[in-house]
């Protein structure tokens, strides 16, 4: 949104982005203090003019083939309270499912996938992730932050972005375990780019909530479109919906914060009626509301999920545990964002009162696609600390942020029926981690080790629904040079048109 206040920074008391106080540069110095183009002075692929069928031209790989597979001798931890962790135990998949766990299983005709030096656990799940702002990442610069960013490229946007965009944060996701995100969709532009996106979470093969949202800098005292959003809704996730129970379809809301009383409630009516999640964010540089007056309305419960709400108080913490709303905590952009801070104090309160935490990545501009990174900060983060309110509170552990980052998400999403844990009779979206890799050595304890050790990288096999998208430590089940491709194509497309501090004028990543 276009803001008004003075900084990148979003505003406490209406949650616009804070204009900067000075006019943009349009040059920028690079390291050596020389004036260079573009911001960093980083060059940019050669101009390639915008193609309306572009996300088109050639039809994405097919997806994988769901076999049985037979995984061997691995260390499960499976996020299952009644299994717990085994040590070289086996998992069986057929048809997509979970169909067996424990020692020496036998599966004959299946393929064996070797765990014998793996760590293999639930797929990682992301709960508050604006996809679509992907290939806006790289283009920070001091005076230059996320929401500026974000301004310059609001209204450049084109189905072919939203399309790129989302494949390229979804192909990244995979790459690092995340076997399912939630794609916070805040800048519903056209029923065009809407399609988009739906091709794309149809194409990267990853389960996925998709919320609806509304248009950028739409005017306070506007709904968002909620008729398209019942045909979108309809066209794609009805009985003959083509996401094979891999989608599923809620609402964001821009909350009390920014909307009237009638216009909030005519929204969260709109969504409840319909049985669906509604997500919102709530601050992080301040106190923008409290969530107590959504418990009275009704609207506060297991499918309200609550995003960021650094500066909560205890009676809005008391009332999500009560409800069972959950908090979906992006705990790298509340470092970044969270100006006035309380972030870890606030952390260590939610898990302490009883909320139901799970982790997000909020944005690619603000985190990286690793939710190792994640877990590994919340317990870096998750403290008693002296002298402050959480001096007599419980210390985050290990096995606590490890389910913050599976099963924990899983609940917060409403899908704990079918992946968050590696569980007989859940759906087969399992990840293995090296554990041999240099950063790994020695072997120790599991949860010590994904809990604050593994890394991205450290990924070598990874299932989603029963199909193998990545093998050996390679993407397998995606085109990706054709993702990357598409995206590097579109964000010099997007700095093009924006022009300014945005623009790339050399060919430095030319693609021919």
């Given at each position: 949104m276009t803001g008004k206040h003075g900084s990148d920074t979003p505003c406490d008391c209406c949650g616009e982005?804070?204009?900067?106080?000075?006019?943009?540069?349009?040059?920028?110095?690079?390291?050596s203090g020389i004036a260079c183009t573009g911001v960093f002075g980083l060059a940019a692929p050669a101009l390639i003019a915008p193609s309306p069928a572009r996300a088109q031209?050639?039809?994405?790989?097919?997806?994988?083939?769901?076999?049985?597979?037979?995984?061997?001798?691995?260390?499960?931890?499976?996020?299952?309270?009644?299994?717990?962790n085994i040590e070289g135990a086996d998992i069986h998949v057929r048809n997509g499912e979970i169909v067996a766990i424990g020692a020496n299983l036998q599966a004959p005709g299946a393929e064996v996938i070797d765990a014998s030096r793996m760590i293999v656990m639930p797929g990682m799940i992301d709960t508050h992730f604006h996809i679509w702002t992907s290939i806006m990442r790289n283009m920070l610069a001091p005076g230059l932050e996320y929401f500026g960013v974000k301004r310059a490229f609001v209204p450049q946007m084109t189905p072919q972005a939203f399309y790129a965009s989302?494949?390229?944060?979804?192909?990244?996701?995979?790459?690092?375990?995340?076997?399912?995100?939630?794609?916070?969709?805040?800048?519903?532009?056209?029923?065009?780019?809407?399609?988009?996106?739906?091709?794309?979470?149809?194409?990267?093969?990853?389960?996925?909530?998709?919320?609806?949202?509304?248009?950028?800098q739409l005017a306070k005292d506007k709904l968002i479109d909620l008729e398209l959003a019942g045909h979108i809704q309809k066209q794609w996730f009805d009985a003959n919906s083509p996401f094979e129970k891999l989608v599923s379809f809620g609402l964001n809301s821009r909350g009390p914060a920014t909307l009237t009383e009638k216009l909030f409630r005519t929204e969260m009516d709109w969504a409840f009626e319909r049985g669906l999640p509604v997500a919102m964010h709530a601050g992080q540089g301040g106190?923008?509301?409290?969530?107590?007056?959504?418990?009275?309305?009704?609207?506060?419960?297991?499918?309200?999920?609550?995003?960021?709400?650094?500066?909560?108080?205890?009676?809005?913490?008391?009332?999500?545990?009560?409800?069972?709303?959950?908090?979906?905590?992006?705990v790298h952009s509340e470092l970044r964002l969270g100006n006035s801070g309380y972030q870890a104090q606030q952390l260590v309160h939610m898990f302490n009162d009883g909320v139901n935490v799970s982790l997000s990545f909020d944005a690619n501009a603000l985190a990286p696609i690793d939710m190792f990174e994640s877990m590994s900060s919340a317990w870096y983060m998750g403290i008693p600390f002296k002298g402050l309110d959480t001096e007599k509170s419980k210390p985050i552990n290990f096995a606590d942020v490890i389910k913050m980052g599976t099963i924990n998400g899983a609940k917060a999403l409403g899908i704990a029926d079918r992946t968050g844990s590696l569980t007989v009779g859940k759906r087969a979206d399992i990840v293995l981690v090296r554990a041999d890799d240099l950063n790994m050595l020695p072997y120790g304890r599991p949860e010590a080790m994904i809990g604050r050790t593994a890394r991205a990288a450290n990924?070598?096999?990874?299932?989603?629904?029963?199909?193998?998208?990545?093998?050996?430590?390679?993407?397998?089940?995606?085109?990706?040079?054709?993702?990357?491709?598409?995206?590097?194509?579109?964000?010099?497309?997007?700095?093009?048109?924006?022009?300014?501090?945005?623009?790339?004028?050399s060919d430095w990543a030319k693609i021919d």
């Open positions: 982005p804070i204009e900067p106080r000075f006019g943009r540069r349009s040059l920028l110095l690079g390291a031209q050639s039809a994405p790989r097919a997806l994988p083939d769901r076999r049985e597979y037979l995984i061997k001798g691995g260390s499960l931890l499976t996020v299952d309270e009644k299994l717990g989302d494949m390229l944060a979804m192909a990244e996701s995979l790459n690092a375990g995340v076997t399912t995100l939630h794609n916070y969709c805040h800048h519903v532009m056209s029923q065009e780019t809407v399609e988009a996106e739906m091709r794309a979470h149809k194409d990267s093969g990853m389960r996925a909530l998709f919320t609806f949202g509304h248009h950028d106190y923008s509301y409290g969530v107590v007056p959504l418990k009275t309305w009704g609207y506060l419960g297991p499918k309200t999920i609550i995003v960021h709400f650094v500066h909560a108080k205890p009676e809005d913490r008391a009332a999500m545990a009560e409800t069972g709303a959950p908090l979906s905590y992006s990924v070598d096999t990874v299932l989603v629904d029963g199909r193998v998208m990545k093998r050996g430590g390679k993407l397998v089940g995606l085109d990706v040079e054709r993702i990357k491709e598409e995206a590097v194509r579109e964000a010099y497309d997007l700095r093009k048109r924006a022009g300014g501090d945005m623009a790339a004028l």
